[in-house]
């Protein structure tokens, strides 16, 4: 069943076309990856799905319901969340308090019984990501790599049905990748959370996903599980290199 389906999407800044006629669709329970060079237009993709950008044509519906054009409130409160690539903290709050804010949304209020339950699954979605222990630190004193976890726990805290992110093991180490990447698994394998991911750090992606869109100058070339996009002249020639065809071995068959 599908969960989100892209039809034809086109964005126009001026005389650039940033998205040009791209389709796809995700399934429920799926882990897609979005794959392609800086500026082939996978951020500018999600900005369309998440609300942000109104597309210039094309369609999209999740989960039955036409979202192009809405508000990215209102399509978050639908149960699409997601996270930016450069973390944005509310300042001035604690991690609790940053966490608290989607917990009062129409959506997260609704499914967990009312603002009085806020708090309590504030917490619960902290422990999801192992940021409990800094519950009441402000936010000015994580580290990088806790500023990632506190976008997932933002977007976690709507109970989405489907989470898009946006490069989020972009500057971290490979200690800190680990526990987030494990993270997204199990939130996808024990709950069924639907995941929409870009990222650039190929051998933690390509263990993750379980198929695969590649895009280059706002168009889909290739379309696959990972074995198939490592070893699609395409997409070598347009993003991966020659030493491309050895992440096939890492990847989901």
Known sequence: MNILEVSSLYKRFGGLEATKDVSFTVQQGEILGILGPNGAGKTTLFNQIAGSFAPTAGAIVFAGQDITGRSAHAVANLGLARTFQIPRPLHGLTVLENVLVPCYSPRATGLIGGRKYAKDWAKAVLITVSL???A???VEKLTH???KKLELAKALALKPQLIMLDEPFAGLGVQEVAPIAE???KLNQEHGLTVLI?????KEFMKLV????ALNYGEKIAEGTPRDIVNNPLVIEAYLGKGGAA???IGNP
Do not use: Q
Not at 210 to 213: C, E
């Open 210 to 213: 379980h198929r695969v869109i």
């Open 198 to 202: 870009i990222e650039h750090k190929l």
């Open 145 to 147: 790599g806790e500023l």
């Open 136 to 138: 009441d630190l402000a």
């Open 183 to 185: 993270s997204v698994r």
């Open 247 to 249: 992440l096939a071995s």
């Open 132 to 134: 409990d222990d800094k």
